[in-house]
């Protein structure tokens, strides 16, 4: 009818827009968090394609087969207990108990779900049971069993190494770690939770080590700040709690370099509230914190800043503390984006994956995450951290051939029984050996430069006489 | 000179069944592999079960059903295109997507459910059976008012009857068995709002699709059958704007709706879930399994599909109503999931179309109804399935499992096709009229 057809085609047009709708957020959400439903641990498609496929291996960066199918159609991991454990949060196991492990958040190329219509129909003729792909990572195992060494025994903790130029990942460990061949009960149901994968999801509050990103923003914020002198009375009186620093020091006059360095609270707590939360969180966000990470090859817990709160917490912020939680991995990616010039790689562990009949399907590709700050903010930074190692709180990790740079951090995590993490980062400043690296050791007796900096000084120490130079 | 164009026109109608053959052919050959593919595996059990020196194993005689359902299935898409293409004036585009719609459904199901297949190509046959009743019911009907006295009380006893005599499923009651088959008034009802909706509002009885509408969906709601509470509730919305293109109003309607959602969320405990479970499902397994299996179905069919009776679609929570089309995402892929969501469209323009061109009134909204209530309807099942809005259960127009359901369907399509059918015989008429005008005047 006449009369009605201007709202027929307005209505038209309406319901055209919710079919838009349907297939542009079907399209979206398939092709962003596809892959993460696909490897959800109750998908009976992978159980099923297990009993067809004979599962493909996964080796590390030079060649070591970590994970294979025997002839029995038995999953096998590395005979050597110590190695098969050093990797086991990388790689998962079977049946999916260590979330988003290699064996089960890359099924889909272990198992042959992207084989090709051809090659499926190849198998169908030559009657082959059918192969998955065979998955190659950035990660050297034989790292990760030295430092799973290296790690005080006992202890609860993490330790993430990454490649700050390409973002691919060298080593990832968490501990307690656990035989993968031979779960206990004890395993699933300890208050340690030896199954948690403490670099990816494992949240902790940052302590110092957040003073790279108070100082980002001070460089940022706070013109001439470099120059200024602040003064260190030991204790940094706010309206509820008083800010002191480690074993009650008091620093006097002192310029945010030489702060940093010796990792004064009092003036980063001081800088935090200069800066105010729309700076601080502003900057934060710049390096990731309350992003939702959505990598290719990992699940990774999202990093929080508060965007609000009272001074209190925005002075404890400043130094990592209060309502501040993020991943060793996302710290590790900060003292990366130092040391690449303010990019932040993505973190990648997949290096490639072939087929059965040994045709490349998928090779390294990095990709820049996002840049976090400038390049002159982060070379100030860098000098910071390297005067940090040199001369300040982190002279424990300090290796002599190589430009060490590093953050320590003690973090606070339980007021009452002052308990207390103790975290390293830092990078080697190096063309040859571009890794960095974060360490944190929860719990422990004394703070990150006396238990975290020696991990990553023998660490640094391994890669340079182990690890091949950079191209 | 008219010898030609009749042959023009001949070539024209050719043309037109092209893709009919190719939609019979395309379902022979589907069905085909089915039949066959259920062979071998019978065939193959048989061998495993010789080989291990089992006595008891059968040698798996040819299932000839299987390979008659492969003749039939394209028959009746025959049948409900050129067969009552023939016999009644249609659209013939509609007539064509909707049979697709409908093979389609018969085909996942049969592929997943055999039995759940068979009984829905019944219920396709008797579909056609219905929506050519509705065309010749919106052709014949002369007296609409007469017929709107009768059927409003009828109307509303039927879909009131399962507060007495129905039984509870998913949290809603509105089901009711007679005499070993069950029921669903309220996808019945559909087919006699719409027409009291197309009537009064074309009289502009404000007041009487008003009463009509305010008892329904109390009903519904007595019956927790909130999706089609919501259904009916946004049809008459759209339908009253079309009538009236009155937007203050629609809006003052949309805001009450919208009002009556919080307050039913604030009610019904099984609707706060369902809203929680929309914005994380992941957070609970247990209870949000059923988006969950959705979503990894949809993701693990990928672009192109696992292929057909690959995969694991009887993972996915009722998989043959609801979730069907997770399941034709599952198995087809997404890139066949947008081409059944482009059907949809396609089908919601003819049908606007066909309103915007009707001689009157009364048929203009009555096809318009129809269009809104299918295209609504397939965008709320769709967009609960892949988790754009929450989920409330209504079924998949012409796809999803369920003898109620299809003939719903097919009863609105036959009151679209009805107008459409009118909108034919006018314009011939007109025509005819202009060309004798033509000739008197020569």
């Not at chain 1, 670099?199 to 706070?222: C, D, E, H, M, Q």
């Not at chain 2, 019956?223 to 203050?248: E, F, H, M, R, V």
């Amino acid at each position: 009818m006449k009369q009605y057809r201007f709202f027929m085609r307005i209505l038209a047009c309406l319901m055209l827009v919710m079919f838009s709708a349907l297939a542009i957020y079907s399209g979206y959400s398939i092709n962003t968090y596809g892959s993460r439903w696909f490897a959800y641990s109750h998908n009976p498609r992978v159980k099923s394609q297990k009993s067809k496929v004979v599962e493909g291996s996964v080796f590390d960066a030079s060649g070591v087969k970590l994970a294979w199918t025997d002839e029995n159609g038995k999953r096998q991991y590395q005979q050597d207990l110590s190695s098969r454990k050093a990797v086991v949060h990388l790689l998962g196991e079977e049946t999916g108990m260590v979330a988003n492990g290699v064996e089960s958040f890359m099924s889909n190329y272990l198992l042959g779900f992207d084989t090709t219509f051809w090659e499926r129909v190849q198998n169908l003729f030559s009657g082959d049971q059918s192969k998955g792909d065979d998955v190659t990572l950035t990660v050297d195992s034989k790292l990760c069993t030295a430092i799973q060494s290296y790690f005080p025994q006992g202890k609860n903790g993490a330790v993430v190494v990454m490649n700050y130029k390409t973002g691919a990942v060298a080593a990832l460990s968490s501990f307690p770690n656990f035989d993968p061949m031979n779960i206990t009960e004890s395993d699933k149901t300890s208050v340690d939770a030896p199954l948690y994968n403490r670099v990816t999801k494992g949240l902790y509050p940052p302590g110092s080590t957040f003073k790279i990103i108070t100082g980002a923003a001070a460089l940022r914020y706070l013109p001439g700040v470099q120059t200024e002198t602040f003064n260190c009375t030991g204790e940094f009186h706010i309206n509820r709690t008083t800010v002191t620093d480690a074993s009650n020091e008091k620093h006097g006059a002192i310029t945010m370099g030489y702060a940093f360095a010796v990792s004064c609270n009092n003036t980063f707590a001081y800088l935090a509230e200069r800066l105010g939360f729309p700076a601080m969180g502003k900057t934060a966000e710049g390096f990731g914190f309350n992003d939702t990470f959505l990598f290719r090859d990992l699940v990774v817990s999202d990093g929080s800043y508060p965007v609000n709160g009272d001074a209190d917490e925005l002075a404890w912020s400043g130094v990592g503390q209060g309502r501040v939680l993020t991943t060793p991995l996302h710290m590790c990616m900060v003292a990366a984006s130092v040391a690449n010039g303010g990019v932040m790689m993505e973190p990648r562990i997949l290096r490639g994956v072939s087929s059965p009949a040994g045709v490349q399907r998928l090779s390294y590709e990095q990709q820049a995450y996002k840049t976090v700050m400038t390049e002159s903010e982060a070379s100030i930074l860098a000098r910071y951290m390297r005067q940090t190692v040199t001369s300040g709180s982190g002279r424990n990790a300090a290796v002599s051939g190589l430009t060490v740079c590093g953050k320590t951090g003690t973090a606070q995590y339980d007021d009452v029984h002052k308990k207390e993490h103790a975290w390293f980062v830092g990078y080697i400043d190096s063309d040859d050996y571009p890794y960095a690296i974060a360490v944190i050791v929860e719990d422990s007796t004394a703070g990150g430069s006396t238990v975290a900096a020696p991990i990553a000084n023998k660490v640094f120490t391994y890669i340079k006489n182990n690890f091949p130079k950079a191209e | 000179m008219k010898k030609k164009t009749r042959s023009q026109a001949s070539r024209a109608k050719a043309m037109s069944n092209i893709p009919v053959r190719v939609m019979m052919l395309m379902f022979f050959i589907a069905f085909f592999l089915i039949a066959l593919k259920k062979q071998i595996n019978a065939q193959e059990a048989y061998d495993a079960l010789k080989a291990a020196g089992d006595p008891s194993a059968v040698k798996p005689a040819l299932d000839l059903f299987s390979f008659a359902l492969c003749l039939i299935v394209p028959i009746m898409i025959f049948i409900g295109t050129v067969v009552l293409g023939k016999l009644l004036p249609t659209d013939p585009v509609l007539l064509s997507l909707t049979n697709f719609l409908c093979a389609l459904g018969v085909f996942v199901l049969y592929s997943t459910a055999p039995d759940k297949g068979l009984r829905q190509c019944m219920y396709y046959g008797i579909g056609i059976g219905v929506m050519a009743l509705c065309i010749y019911l919106v052709r014949i009907v002369k007296h609409w008012r007469t017929l709107s006295f009768i059927v409003f009380p009828i109307a509303l006893l039927l879909l009131a009857t399962p507060l007495v005599l129905g039984t509870e499923q998913n949290g809603a009651k509105n089901w009711i068995y007679i005499g070993g088959t069950s029921l669903q008034p309220s996808e019945l009802v559909k087919i006699p709002l719409l027409i009291l909706l197309a009537y009064y509002m074309s009289r502009r009885k404000f007041f009487s699709w008003m009463l009509f509408c305010l008892i329904a969906l109390a009903v519904l709601m007595l019956q927790k059958d909130l999706g089609t509470a919501l259904l009916y509730y946004i049809t008459a919305l759209l339908l009253y704007y079309a009538s009236t293109g009155n937007l203050p109003v629609s809006l003052v309607g949309l805001g009450g709706g919208a009002g009556a959602a919080y307050l039913g969320y604030t009610m019904f405990a099984h609707v706060k879930k369902r809203v929680a479970l929309w914005l994380n499902p992941w957070s609970d397994y247990d209870a949000g399994y059923q988006i969950i299996h959705s979503l990894v179905a949809i993701a693990s069919g990928g672009l192109f599909g696992m292929g057909v009776g690959l995969g694991s679609p009887k993972s996915i929570p009722i998989y043959y109503t609801d979730f069907i089309f997770a399941v034709i995402c599952e198995q087809f892929g997404m890139l066949f999931g947008f081409g059944v969501i482009l059907v949809y469209v396609f089908i919601m323009l003819r049908g606007v179309s066909a309103a915007m061109d009707a001689r009157n009134q009364f048929d203009s909204l009555l096809a318009m109804g129809a269009t809104i209530i299918l295209s609504v309807q397939a965008f709320i099942i769709i967009g609960g399935v892949i988790k754009l809005i929450p989920l409330t259960g209504v079924t998949m127009p012409f796809v999803s499992y369920g003898g109620t359901s299809m003939l719903a369907s097919m009863g609105i399509m036959g009151l679209l096709q009805g107008v459409a059918s009118k909108n034919k015989d006018a314009l011939i008429r007109e025509e005819s009229y202009v060309s004798s005008a033509g000739e008197v005047s020569l």
